[in-house]
């Protein structure tokens, strides 16, 4: 008996069409390659040429490992991919994984690429500190050496070097993940991002057009094309018609079964059914572009003062007007140092002038308690905030980090809606 070729698994992403919730009819395979094509071909069209690299001495070096690492960040999916299946709320929720796919990424040649992508999906101050002193005190085998000394000197001259690409490593990952979940209907995956830098918006009238702010890519780049294609596979009926009917608590054993027998049903269709060739006939291409007109002005911070709060009476105090003149003043300072009595309104007189300015905002909080409370605070302002006539059909976004969990809210005309546009990120994050 001559038994089926066993296939490694190829798979970049799933795609669950069907929306929240739901066991859907076919579940969507995007091809491995053609998402890290899609991650490689963002990071060559990054504005390397943007003023953040002005003191860059080997800005080639730079892109090519930064490439390096867009090619290999992804090489060990195949040896991780499975499916889970969890009880939420008494209805069988799917989830895909690829645990600890980043540590078998390999580069022999450029250890820096290496370190790039196996700290893709981690961008963390403690990682990149420790990382970055790794790749300055590489292992003095003969054949690093080289290396070694090279790297030493790029982080002495220019410590966020290795930071620099793995956030850009990164965003072009997300990015790229983003616009696939949302051309495909997997909004679920698209609005969990939370760590996004950029929002993303698909055209009302074109699905296959989206555009992306801030525009990070090459100023002569004004719009740029992505393949997506994927391998559709039927859900298993009956399992599909067993876990929608399923009404009960969470209980493990049936979660473990349902797992086993989808990822067996994944696994006969790989080795038996599916047709690689396939995505020749399901190919898409989408076309990303800048925004026509990124940029806002800026609003008058008196304004913000007299309309925002509940209080419409409300006026900067005697402190709140000082720092309000010192951060968008014509005498503005660099640094500045505030020190004031709890409830004088600390919380507004930062607030309010990066509202009216349009810039980002950091908070570093020194408890979670304290995070809930000025969430809620901010939230209440930011409602009202994107409520104004100035910032209609604009979009602003609050994203709240513990340090264990974060999430992304965003405001436009006045109430919380899906992500479209960030022109103001207000960051707030425990210490």
């Known amino acids: 008996m001559i038994q089926a070729k066993k296939r490694q698994f190829i798979f970049g992403r799933v795609f669950f069409p069907d929306g929240k919730n739901k066991i859907p009819k076919n579940l969507l395979f995007q091809p491995l390659g053609n998402h890290v094509a899609n991650v490689t071909k963002l990071v060559s069209l990054w504005n390397w040429q943007s003023p953040e690299f002005v003191n860059i001495a080997d800005l080639d070096a730079a892109k090519k490992r930064t490439l390096r690492a867009a090619k290999i ?90 930071a620099r690409e793995l956030y850009i490593l990164e965003m072009c990952d ?19 991002r939370a760590f996004m830098d950029f929002n993303i918006v698909q055209d009302p009238q074109n699905n296959y057009k989206f555009s992306l702010e801030p525009w990070v890519f090459g100023d002569d780049v004004s719009e740029i094309s992505l393949p997506l294609t994927t391998w559709s596979m039927p859900f298993p009926k009956d399992l599909k018609q067993e876990m929608e009917s399923y009404q009960g608590d969470r209980l493990k054993d049936k979660e473990t079964d349902w797992a086993k027998r989808l990822n067996k049903a994944v696994k006969d269709w790989w080795n038996n059914n599916c047709d690689i060739n396939s995505t020749r006939n399901n190919k898409h291409i989408i076309i990303l572009k800048r925004l026509v007109n990124e940029k806002l002005g800026a609003i008058d911070c008196n304004t913000l003062y007299l309309k925002i ?66 969430s809620e605070r901010i939230d209440k302002y930011l409602t009202r905030f994107s409520a104004l006539e100035e910032n209609q059909d604009r979009q602003f976004s609050l994203v709240i980090d513990t340090g264990s969990v974060m999430t992304r809210k965003l405001y436009g005309n006045g109430e919380n809606f899906k992500p479209k546009i960030t022109l103001v990120a207000i960051y707030i994050k425990a210490m």
């Not at 195949?78 to 709320?89: G, L």
């Not at 997300?174 to 969990?192: L, M, T, V």
């Not at 503005?332 to 509202?355: D, H, N, R």
Request: charged residues 30%; aromatic residues 10%.
């Open 73 to 162: 960040h992804d090489m060990g999916k195949p040896q991780k991919f499975k499916f889970k299946v969890e009880v939420k709320n008494n209805k069988p929720k799917l989830i895909y994984s690829f645990s600890g796919h980043r540590f078998l990424a390999e580069d022999k040649h450029e250890p820096w690429a290496e370190y790039l992508a196996k700290g893709h999906h981690d961008f963390s101050i403690h990682d990149i500190a420790r990382d970055s002193y790794k790749l300055k005190t590489l292992a003095q085998s003969n054949n690093l050496l080289g290396k070694a000394s090279q790297y030493r000197e790029i982080l002495e001259a220019d410590p966020l070097a290795y």
């Open 174 to 192: 997300q990015i790229e993940a983003e616009i696939a979940c949302r051309f495909y209907d997997d909004d679920e995956q698209a609005e969990s």
């Open 309 to 374: 709060p509940e209080d419409k009476s409300f006026t900067p105090n005697e402190m709140q007007q000082a720092v309000m003149d010192n951060i968008i003043g014509e005498d503005k300072y660099p640094a500045l140092l505030l020190k004031a009595p709890t409830g004088s309104g600390k919380t507004e007189a930062i607030l309010f002038p990066a509202l009216a300015n349009r810039n980002r905002l950091f908070l570093v909080l020194p408890t979670r308690s304290l995070i809930e409370d000025q």
